[in-house]
């Protein structure tokens, strides 16, 4: 049974403050790696792509993909009130379907 | 990105009664899924909509409760089938498209569904 684990929360930090997301995964033969946003009453929104070892950036986020640990992770920096929702990781298995973690509640507060 | 909308957003039906779901896309793509999300949880898949064929159910989803078309590249339809308090959920349908580096899959807006 391939599995995405993620701490549930809620994670509370400061408005400015860097907000760190976590998720572990065992599929060792995963290539790619999501991060989704989802606001409260509406539908996931893809913010974050990774599939290469290392650090992506894109603007005040950055995921962390370290494979051999089946380990990625995103960061927020200058956490703002907007950025409060749900971050759900997903990682695609055959046939393109995704298997997400739980979701990790943020709350960002000002 | 494609542009997806489905309908309805959100209905209330009677238990016993049978709903069905459109999810329209505004390009043609080629893989289509279908999640549900109950409330307070993550998004569990039910079923791939192949184009032309029938559809690919995970376990414990069956095509008699959750029959599912797929007529073209831009339109599928979810039908939940006697429906229980159990299935209300959130009912989202996706795509995949790409990046130009990998695949990256699209959420619709979701249908909001409560059985009463």
């Known amino acids: 049974q391939k599995e995405v684990e993620q701490n549930s929360g809620p994670l509370s930090v400061p408005e400015g403050a860097i907000a760190s997301l976590n998720c572990t995964y065992s599929d060792r033969v995963s290539q790619s790696f999501f991060w989704y946003r989802q606001y409260s009453g509406k539908s996931p929104e893809l913010i974050m792509s990774?599939?290469?070892?290392g650090d992506k950036e894109d603007g005040r986020f950055t995921a962390q993909l370290n494979k051999a640990s089946q380990y990625v992770s995103l960061l927020i920096r200058d956490s703002q009130p907007s950025d409060s929702a749900t971050y759900l990781c997903?990682?695609?298995?055959?046939?393109?379907?995704?298997?997400f973690g739980q979701g990790t509640e943020l709350s960002v507060k000002p | 990105s494609a542009v997806i909308s489905q309908k309805p957003s959100r209905d209330i039906c009677q238990r016993g009664t049978s709903l069905t779901i459109q999810c329209q896309v505004d390009?043609?793509?080629?893989?289509m899924f279908w999640y549900r999300q109950q409330p307070g949880q993550s998004l569990t898949l039910i079923a791939t909509a192949n184009q032309g064929s029938e559809a690919t159910y995970e376990s414990g989803f069956v095509i008699d409760k959750f029959p599912i078309s797929r007529p073209n590249l831009t339109f599928s339809t979810l039908t939940v089938s006697n429906m229980s308090p159990e299935d209300s959920s959130i009912y989202l349908c996706?795509?995949?498209?790409?990046?130009?580096?990998?695949?990256?899959?699209?959420f619709g807006p979701g249908t909001r569904l409560t059985v009463t």
């Open positions: 990774i599939y290469s070892n």
């Open positions: 996706s795509v995949e498209g790409t990046s130009g580096v990998t695949y990256e899959q699209y």
């Open positions: 390009s043609q793509v080629t893989m």
């Open positions: 997903a990682v695609p298995l055959d046939g393109g379907k995704l298997i």
